[in-house]
């Protein structure tokens, strides 16, 4: 399957705490992108990756992405009650277009 | 700009009936794509379009499932006759590829539809 599997499909965590989401997949990309999605929502776009790059920064995320082992990890430090939300992973190859993983689902307490 | 344009946001309908669902893209964007999410498959591509014309429709269940991109600002996605198993939401999403690859999308606030 093209599709992104993620891990681990359900996380709660204090607020404050870091969350860590993982992303494998199986065939070349060209890059790798990361959207939440609150309940009763659209997807929204948080961070590109590139195929040539390694790690990229957004304000308290931080994203890693190993080709040679076809994985990706989102962290979330100093998470929020607002943070509370599902993260898919979606892979970017040369088909024109997204392929997206069935999902994180984050709840931080507050 | 306002985002992607959905309507309606929620359809309630009976099955048999013919249910259309529009979206308004990002100005400028030249990709416009469909996706369905339920519970139990997830999020699921239905079909693109690239400068109006579909370019892959392998997502679309059936013969049932019709989507039009008359002009770079308007879409609909159609289904008829409408069945139970349809329920779900129906989200409409836009992009600018500023290469061959895929690139950031833009989600709409998707209809939430449900067939008795």
């Known amino acids: 399957s093209q599709q992104g599997e993620e891990d681990p499909q359900a996380l709660s965590i204090q607020e404050g705490e870091n969350a860590t989401m993982n992303c494998s997949y199986k065939?070349?990309?060209?890059?790798l992108q990361w959207y939440r999605q609150n309940s009763g929502r659209g997807l929204v776009h948080l961070i590109l990756?590139?195929?040539?790059?390694r790690e990229k920064h957004s304000g308290r995320l931080r994203v890693t992405l190993d080709t040679s082992k076809k994985s990706s990890s989102l962290l979330i430090t100093a998470s929020r009650a607002a943070d509370t939300a599902s993260y898919f992973c979606?892979?970017?190859?040369?088909?024109?277009?997204?392929?997206f993983g069935q999902g994180t689902t984050l709840q931080v307490k507050p | 700009d306002a985002g992607v344009i959905q309507s309606p946001r929620h359809e309630v309908t009976e099955m048999g009936q013919e249910v259309t669902l529009r979206c308004k893209p990002i100005?400028?964007?030249?990709?416009l794509f469909w996706y369905r999410q339920t519970m139990m498959r997830g999020l699921e591509l239905l079909i693109y379009f690239n400068n109006n014309v579909p370019i892959d429709d392998s997502g679309m269940p059936e013969d049932r499932f019709s989507a039009k991109m008359p002009n770079a600002s308007f879409s609909t996605l159609k289904i008829q006759p409408s069945e139970p198993r349809d329920s779900a939401v129906y989200f409409c999403a836009s992009s600018f590829h500023w290469t061959a690859y895929p690139d950031t999308q833009y989600f709409g606030p998707g209809t939430r539809l449900t067939v008795l």
């Open positions: 100005s400028g964007h030249d990709y």
């Open positions: 990756i590139r195929s040539n790059e």
């Open positions: 979606a892979l970017s190859s040369n088909t024109g277009k997204l392929i």
């Open positions: 065939t070349s990309i060209n890059n």
